[in-house]
């Protein structure tokens, strides 16, 4: 049989359209895909590496020169597609979709950016980097989605093919369910039998309509298994008592107590029928979804979505009468859709920035009215950001640094024992627990995680007289086959440990206070860490990429960042034997970043700067 001279690479397969790709595989050799969508993913993925066609390698990738354009966007790609794409936008007849919403088209823009920007560093910088490695094969990119042709930035010998069949037949259940709802409506209309309407919520104990404070949750009330969440609670002011906040749950989590005011918001998907058939005419003529220009069409889907949400929003704050406030878990993912809500009814919307490295972001974004803020410096970066969209703003600090100042109970474990001259903590990135995904991932594959760990042990066996914490948010990948060697050769190591403490909340911070030293991949634990002047290391690059976070910032140019290993290693024995002069150039970059408020007082500015507002 014939090959033709190009590499297939599908943005998603499922069973359905898996079939297509074991057609295409007759004819072409190369046959890949990014993601796969399947209860069963590994025995999926293992059906279809028989027949040659797998996941996108790029954790075999030789070299990727950096990962900034899979996660920050310094370029601004995504902004300079999105500007072309919205000149002919009228946004101004969107006003009556939107009610009491001001500067709708920045607002409504900075929501499409979310949108396009995820695009880009989740499929778009896939095909760089696999364009970077084989400059002279051509891809043909193809998709099953609309969404797909909202990817801002594709290679140049690239060829992007959207046939959206099996996307349509998936909308098919959902047209045939509203159809089905128009018609019991109209049904309802001609009969003289009672009309009955099943509820889509249980009747609450809470009376909803005294609360003027709303707390918005995002994923719970635990970030994971390492901390709590209580930024905006404390016993000793009934302004911030959990009980007088009502929760707003958009993550699908339950209330983890039922004395705790938690409502559930309501899904686009359970709007009446008028209300989804009136926004969809509406913008079907305001958007002009007729156009044959097919690129917009993923935007305008999105303003579609966007006002179904809106509306949906807007009806539950229907039954909050007297709320006045509304204080955001976590800036940047918040859903645009209930800010806007909020603003509709003049409700200000509070919210405190969750990531310093945030604020250099060109593919994140937020809008709030009040904005408190790490430092001055990152109010300046963000006030000369498109990204970021706020009326006001106050710089606090990062509020988890208060857990250095904080006394933890006494802890004796695996963590503290051993005399050693430096005890030094080692922070880590996770790795995915399936090889499809780990192939597919320049960041958190196993091959990066291997090197990572190869790189430790080599410091630890000629630092014999420190102590090496290994230290990760989520540690259960250890115990993967792939892994099995590498747990061997760790236990090997005397002066190494692997913290596997995740029942005390905030354990990292206890261990970062504890440490002479703290190296290792860039977290905002490892921000926070720089922020009180603890002499800290960035391992800034892995087996195949050259430079993962300093093309979003370099921390000025500071040695923090180590681009190679031998930097890494040559600067761990400067710490080491405590050189005064890059001790001092990391108090110094401490101090232009945060400002010295990392000073165990922030959570404390934070509730008093809320209650000036």
């Not at 990817?151 to 093919?161: G, Q, V």
Request: with cysteine; charged share 25%; aromatic share 16%.
């Amino acid at each position: 049989m014939f090959h033709f001279s190009f590499d297939i690479i599908f943005s998603e397969l499922t069973y359905v359209s898996s079939i297509f790709a074991l057609l295409i595989r007759i004819f072409f050799q190369k046959v890949y895909y990014v993601k796969l969508t399947s209860e069963k993913i590994e025995s999926f993925a293992n059906f279809l590496k028989k027949f040659g066609i797998i996941p996108l390698p790029i954790a075999d990738l030789k070299t990727i020169s950096t990962f900034a354009d899979a996660d920050s966007d310094p370029k601004g790609y995504a902004w300079a597609w999105l500007d072309k794409k919205l000149k002919h936008f009228e946004f101004e007849k969107l006003g009556n979709l939107f009610p009491n919403v001001k500067n709708l088209d920045e607002k409504v823009s900075i929501y499409l950016l979310d949108f396009v920007a995820l695009k880009l560093t989740s499929l778009g910088s896939k095909l760089i980097f696999w364009h970077e490695n084989y400059p002279d094969r051509k891809i043909i990119f193809i998709s099953f989605s609309f969404d797909d042709l909202a990817i801002p930035k594709l290679p140049d010998n690239c060829l992007r093919l959207v046939i959206p069949i099996p996307g349509i037949l998936s909308v098919f259940p959902f047209v045939l369910k509203v159809i089905f709802r128009i018609f019991s409506k109209l049904r309802s209309l001609v009969s003289f039998k009672p009309k009955l309407q099943g509820k889509f919520r249980p009747e609450s104990h809470f009376d909803w309509g005294i609360y003027e404070h709303v707390y918005v949750t995002h994923s719970g009330l635990k970030y994971g298994s390492l901390y709590e969440k209580s930024l905006y609670y404390t016993e000793t002011d009934p302004f911030f008592e959990p009980k007088n906040l009502v929760h707003f749950d958009y993550s699908g989590y339950n209330s983890p107590s039922e004395d705790l005011p938690w409502f559930k918001l309501t899904p686009a998907k359970k709007l009446g029928v008028k209300d989804v058939v009136f926004i969809s005419l509406k913008l079907v003529f305001v958007l002009n979804f007729l156009s044959i220009k097919l690129s917009s069409l993923p935007l305008k889907i999105r303003i579609l979505i966007l006002a179904l949400k809106f509306r949906a929003h807007r009806i539950d704050l229907g039954q909050f009468k007297q709320l006045k406030r509304a204080y955001i878990d976590y800036d940047i993912l918040c859903p645009k859709s209930l800010i806007l809500a909020f603003e509709s009814y003049n409700i200000l919307t509070i919210g405190v920035q969750e990531r310093y490295i945030s604020a250099y972001y060109k593919s994140t974004t937020v809008i709030l009215d009040q904005y408190l803020i790490s430092s001055n410096e990152s109010r300046l970066v963000m006030e000369r950001s498109r990204n970021y969209l706020f009326a006001k703003s106050f710089p606090v600090g990062q509020y988890r640094t208060d857990e250095f100042f904080r006394k933890f109970p006494n802890i004796s474990n695996e963590d503290s024992v051993g005399i050693y001259k430096k005890r030094i903590l080692v922070l880590g990135f996770h790795s995915d627990m399936t090889w499809i995904e780990s192939q597919v991932n320049p960041l958190l594959n196993w091959q990066a995680q291997e090197h990572f760990l190869d790189e430790i042990m080599t410091l630890a066996s000629e630092f014999k007289d420190s102590l090496f914490t290994l230290r990760y948010k989520l540690i259960d990948w250890l115990e993967l086959p792939f892994f099995s060697q590498i747990k061997n050769r760790l236990k090997e190591f005397q002066n190494i440990k692997i913290s596997k403490e995740y029942g005390i909340s905030f354990y990292s911070y206890y261990l970062v206070k504890n440490s002479d030293i703290v190296i290792g991949k860039h977290t905002s634990l490892l921000d926070e860490a720089i922020s009180i002047g603890k002499p800290t290391l960035v391992h800034d690059y892995s087996h195949n990429i050259k430079s993962v976070i300093c093309d979003t910032f370099d921390y000025f140019g500071s040695r923090v960042i180590c681009k190679n290993f031998d930097s890494f290693k040559e600067r761990f024995r400067l710490l080491v034997e405590d050189d005064i002069d890059l001790k001092r150039e990391i108090k110094e970059i401490s101090t232009k970043l945060y400002g010295g408020l990392s000073d165990g007082n922030v959570k404390e500015r934070i509730h008093s700067t809320i209650k000036s507002i």
